[in-house]
């Protein structure tokens, strides 16, 4: 035989010049295929039907969404994938092919990495959401000035209908990374609103008035029970803080609600003689004007009319 080279991964590749020495090459290379394919297949069939699922049911049982089982599926497909073919390289004999592979595979790692950092974070902050459940499909949030109901979350985006009906995809790293406000996830949410009556009112005739009616509204729930505190004594009125609580809120619900409730309250103090005046400004002096400034007063005036 004659020697081409000398392998980086140990032995040396030759030329055989002989018959036998072909046959024996190709046995070689014959059995290291056959090698690497057995060696990939059980390795690939016990990753996928053994490990994935052990896996899979141990996020299920950890209470991790189906969104994550089903990125965790993927993934570990992908690494049982990549693992199946080192180990029948390795198994095969085929080092220098592996070593060539291996740092192929992590400078295509680092490339990808550098450029889909973000999408990575948006990926690590969905799976964070999922798993956390800081707000779910269906319950209304508040981040910055988005407000709106969440209608789906998936591992890259929130989309959120706003109550002007906007659809608004929220990347999830924002949501992950700022505060957000989610008034319905404790299932009750209290309510706070100010009226105000007159200096001259009755404040205890004027708080039995607000928490009768507050009584009578089927969704304002009795315990926690409604309350009423003096919070304001202004220019024109005296500021009552009413705060009540409703169970299973929704925007449309509290709003409608709390309408209602201020209404009731309204007319029933009108029916009382509670005063509830609004804001206003009287300005109290004189203004002295000579003769000529009157007389020039008067032509501009006439001057206009004409």
């Not at 180990?87 to 220098?96: D, E, M, Q, V, W």
């Not at 709390?258 to 309250?265: G, K, L, M, P, T």
Request: glycine content about 8%; aromatic content about 10%.
């Amino acid at each position: 035989m004659t020697l081409l080279q000398q392998g980086d991964g140990g032995g040396d590749f030759v030329i055989p010049e002989t018959t036998e020495g072909w046959l024996d090459l190709l046995s070689g290379v014959i059995g290291g295929a056959a090698k690497f394919v057995v060696a990939f297949v059980v390795v690939y069939l016990v990753g996928r039907l053994v490990a994935v699922p052990l896996l899979k049911r141990a996020l299920k049982a950890r209470g991790f969404n189906e969104s994550i089982r089903s990125l965790a599926d993927d993934v570990f497909g992908i690494l049982v994938l990549f693992a199946a073919l080192a180990i029948s390289l390795a198994l095969a004999g085929f080092g220098s092919f592996l070593a060539a592979f291996a740092t192929l595979g992590g400078a295509l790692a680092l490339a990808v990495g550098f450029a889909a950092q973000d999408l990575i974070g948006n990926f690590v902050a969905g799976i964070f959401i999922l798993k956390d459940k800081p707000f779910e499909v269906g319950d209304w949030i508040e981040q910055d000035d988005v407000v709106g109901r969440v209608v789906d979350i998936d591992l890259r985006v929130t989309t959120i209908k706003t109550f002007d009906n906007e659809k608004i995809t929220v990347p999830n790293s924002e949501l992950a990374d700022n505060p957000v406000k989610n008034p319905v996830a404790y299932d009750k949410l209290r309510q706070k609103f100010v009226f105000g009556i007159g200096y001259e009112d009755d404040i205890d005739h004027a708080k039995e008035v607000i928490l009768d009616e507050a009584s009578q509204q089927e969704e304002i729930l009795a315990d926690p029970a409604p309350d009423v505190r003096v919070t304001e004594l202004a220019d024109s009125y005296v500021g009552l803080q009413t705060r009540f609580w409703m169970t299973n809120p929704s925007r449309s619900d509290f709003m409608a609600v709390r309408s209602d409730f201020v209404q009731a309250v309204k007319e029933r103090c009108d029916a009382e003689g509670i005063d509830m005046p609004y804001p206003y400004l009287k300005v109290i002096g004189g203004l002295d004007v000579d003769m000529d400034g009157e007389l020039a007063t008067r032509e501009l005036q006439q001057s206009a009319d004409d």
